[in-house]
């Protein structure tokens, strides 16, 4: 572990200067070309096998298991030692392939939070489906303050929307229009000593509030069956006495990516292609993701057999789990130069969901850059030819594509499923249990070896190696880079990663 221990000590001191520069410049590319067969989604898929996955899986939760002396049990959340020796074991893989690739460490300051302790009393009675936002403030003091619940009007977006008697008490806000962080804030700014968001839908409410501000307070979310009650109270003048406690931390911690790009093709036309390193904190997401990022792993030691026309660069990114992190900060160091290099990205995250179905995000051209809707039907394409149903999914900003989309970059990708309830219909397709969700273990403790589905991680570990094979020898028929274009939507994203933001 010594060696990337040291790098990312070192990217702790120089995280500020950070720029993704260009990993390089194609000079030994030569040294590949004609050596090796050209690489064939026949011949790379012929290294896939459940045994090599399985294999994997299980050095993976035995990294996890070095975060238990800090968390209680295995994970692999960003700061945790199960983190850096996950970071380890995959800079440690690819620096030992004969040099096929050049390797670059790109470290960054991420958010990081943790909610140790939580409790929310509004009159009498605590509501059960109280639930912290993720990156929310502590209570002053760590302790339980109190004091009045006030109504904000309209959805407490704006600073108009509360009350003076805001000050001093907790503010009671609507879900909708605003990100959660925003209607914090507004508490915040009013006096607010807490807030509590409670959802303008069925379901419970939890999310993020995302990036820290120094407005901020204590902020928890609530289902609408159980706010209904005390907003009609409040609406009848009735008053409220509450109290909230959070306990809780936010903070920024050093982090890495690791990027890895083959020295051979046109460095000019890369097809990139990622998954993301890091697990939520509750538990060892060997699912989530450590499908996807042993994926990209073991296909990398598998490419160096072969030849390539065009450069592939692998990811492996810090800091999903606490909201597409370390993809945005690669993103944004890009210049245009090195945007346009890239012809399309690639998102791989749970590929072996225990209830599966193989899911195809639904990536149009009409609301996304141009190209995306031919990598979709790649995917698709190569399910019918396996002969596989597929479903296609929201491309709705819950994964590590979202930056490269928002910048006029193709993406794309596959999923087996999270939290989603499979239906009977889906059942049907791939059977499984209907009305249980996709991944039992979601975001929790048992997201061990024994929650993967290796049928379903096998064939698409085989897909992901085709989608590789296919574009690195020719991007014939795939609509050409022109510019770097700011993708709009109509309406604003639900979800910055897997968790809500608004």
Same mark, same amino acid.
């Given at each position: 572990?010594?060696?990337?221990?040291?790098?990312?000590?070192?990217?702790?001191?120089?995280?500020?200067?950070?720029?993704?520069?260009?990993?390089?410049?194609?000079?030994?590319?030569?040294?590949?070309?004609?050596?090796?067969?050209?690489?064939?989604?026949?011949?790379?898929?012929?290294?896939?096998?459940?045994?090599?996955?399985?294999?994997?899986?299980?050095?993976?939760?035995?990294?996890?298991?070095?975060?238990?002396?800090?968390? +209680?049990?295995?994970?692999?959340?960003?700061?945790?030692?199960?983190?850096?020796?996950?970071?380890?074991?995959?800079?440690?893989?690819?620096?030992?392939?004969?040099?096929?690739?050049?390797?670059?460490? !790109?470290? &960054?300051?991420?958010?990081?939070?943790?909610?140790? =302790?939580?409790?929310?009393?509004? %009159?009498?009675?605590?509501?059960?489906?109280?639930?912290?936002?993720?990156?929310?403030?502590?209570?002053?003091?760590?302790?339980?303050?109190? #004091?009045?619940?006030?109504?904000?009007?309209? !959805? /407490?977006?704006?600073?108009?929307?509360?009350?003076?008697?805001?000050?001093?008490?907790?503010?009671?806000?609507?879900?909708?229009?605003?990100? &959660?962080?925003?209607?914090?804030?507004?508490?915040?700014?009013?006096?607010?000593?807490?807030?509590?968001?409670?959802?303008?839908?069925? #379901?419970?409410?939890?999310?993020?509030?995302?990036?820290?501000?120094?407005?901020?307070?204590?902020?928890? %979310?609530?289902?609408?069956?159980?706010?209904?009650?005390?907003?009609?109270?409040?609406? %009848?003048?009735?008053?409220?006495?509450? $109290?909230?406690?959070?306990?809780?931390?936010?903070?920024?911690?050093?982090?890495? +990516?690791?990027?890895?790009?083959?020295?051979?093709?046109? !460095?000019?036309?890369?097809?990139?292609? /990622?998954?993301?390193?890091? $697990?939520?904190?509750? /538990?060892?997401?060997? @699912?989530?993701?450590?499908? *996807?990022?042993?994926?990209?792993?073991?296909?990398?030691?598998?490419?160096?057999?072969?030849?390539?026309? @065009?450069?592939?660069?692998?990811?492996?990114?810090?800091?999903?789990?606490?909201?597409?992190? #370390?993809?945005?900060?690669?993103?944004?160091?890009?210049? =245009?130069?090195?945007?346009?290099?890239?012809?399309?990205?690639?998102?791989?995250?749970?590929?072996?969901?225990?209830?599966?179905?193989?899911?195809?995000?639904?990536?149009? @051209?009409?609301?996304?850059?141009?190209?995306?809707?031919?990598?979709?039907?790649?995917?698709?394409?190569?399910?019918?030819?396996? %002969? !596989?149903?597929?479903?296609?999914?929201?491309?709705? #900003?819950?994964?590590?594509?979202?930056?490269?989309?928002?910048? *006029?970059?193709? *993406?794309?990708?596959?999923?087996?499923?999270?939290?989603?309830?499979?239906?009977?219909?889906?059942?049907?397709?791939?059977? /499984?249990?209907? *009305?249980?969700?996709?991944?039992?273990?979601?975001?929790?403790?048992?997201?061990?070896?024994?929650?993967?589905?290796?049928?379903?991680?096998?064939?698409?570990?085989?897909?992901?190696?085709? $989608?590789?094979?296919?574009?690195?020898?020719? &991007?014939?028929?795939?609509?050409?880079?022109?510019?770097?274009?700011?993708?709009?939507?109509?309406?604003?994203?639900?979800?910055?990663?897997?968790?809500?933001?608004?």
């Amino acid at each position: 572990m010594s060696l990337l221990l040291s790098l990312v000590t070192l990217s702790a001191i120089t995280v500020a200067t950070v720029v993704q520069h260009p990993l390089t410049d194609g000079s030994n590319s030569q040294i590949l070309i004609n050596t090796k067969p050209l690489v064939s989604s026949e011949a790379l898929e012929g290294h896939i096998t459940s045994k090599n996955l399985l294999k994997r899986a299980k050095k993976l939760f035995e990294i996890a298991e070095l975060g238990a002396a800090d968390y +209680n049990h295995p994970t692999r959340v960003i700061g945790s030692a199960g983190h850096v020796g996950t970071l380890d074991y995959i800079y440690s893989t690819l620096a030992a392939l004969d040099d096929y690739y050049t390797i670059s460490n !790109q470290s &960054f300051k991420a958010v990081v939070g943790n909610v140790f =302790e939580s409790r929310l009393v509004l %009159g009498d009675k605590e509501p059960e489906s109280t639930s912290p936002m993720s990156l929310t403030p502590p209570t002053k003091h760590r302790q339980a303050v109190f #004091g009045p619940l006030v109504l904000a009007a309209n !959805q /407490g977006c704006d600073s108009s929307d509360y009350p003076s008697d805001t000050k001093g008490g907790i503010a009671f806000i609507e879900r909708g229009v605003c990100s &959660f962080g925003t209607k914090s804030a507004a508490a915040g700014k009013a006096g607010a000593i807490a807030a509590v968001i409670y959802n303008n839908e069925e #379901g419970r409410l939890s999310g993020t509030l995302g990036e820290p501000s120094d407005n901020h307070v204590a902020t928890f %979310g609530l289902m609408k069956q159980d706010a209904e009650p005390y907003i009609m109270d409040l609406e %009848g003048g009735k008053v409220i006495n509450s $109290s909230a406690y959070i306990d809780s931390i936010v903070s920024k911690a050093p982090t890495t +990516n690791i990027i890895a790009q083959t020295k051979g093709g046109d !460095q000019d036309n890369c097809v990139m292609l /990622g998954g993301h390193s890091d $697990s939520v904190a509750e /538990g060892p997401g060997i @699912n989530d993701d450590g499908t *996807g990022s042993l994926t990209l792993l073991e296909i990398a030691t598998h490419l160096v057999n072969y030849e390539v026309n @065009n450069c592939v660069r692998f990811a492996w990114w810090a800091g999903e789990e606490e909201g597409l992190l #370390g993809s945005d900060y690669y993103v944004s160091q890009l210049s =245009e130069d090195e945007n346009l290099k890239i012809r399309l990205f690639m998102d791989y995250d749970m590929l072996a969901s225990p209830n599966f179905a193989y899911q195809v995000y639904n990536a149009t @051209n009409a609301v996304n850059p141009v190209g995306s809707e031919e990598l979709r039907d790649l995917y698709t394409t190569y399910y019918e030819a396996h %002969g !596989q149903n597929y479903t296609f999914i929201p491309f709705d #900003g819950r994964s590590d594509y979202d930056a490269f989309i928002k910048h *006029g970059i193709p *993406g794309g990708g596959i999923a087996t499923g999270a939290e989603g309830v499979k239906t009977m219909e889906e059942a049907a397709m791939f059977g /499984g249990t209907p *009305g249980q969700w996709y991944d039992p273990c979601y975001h929790q403790i048992c997201d061990t070896v024994d929650n993967l589905h290796f049928e379903a991680w096998e064939l698409n570990t085989k897909l992901v190696a085709h $989608s590789i094979a296919t574009y690195a020898v020719s &991007f014939k028929g795939f609509p050409k880079r022109t510019g770097v274009k700011v993708a709009t939507h109509d309406e604003p994203s639900l979800y910055h990663g897997p968790k809500l933001v608004m």
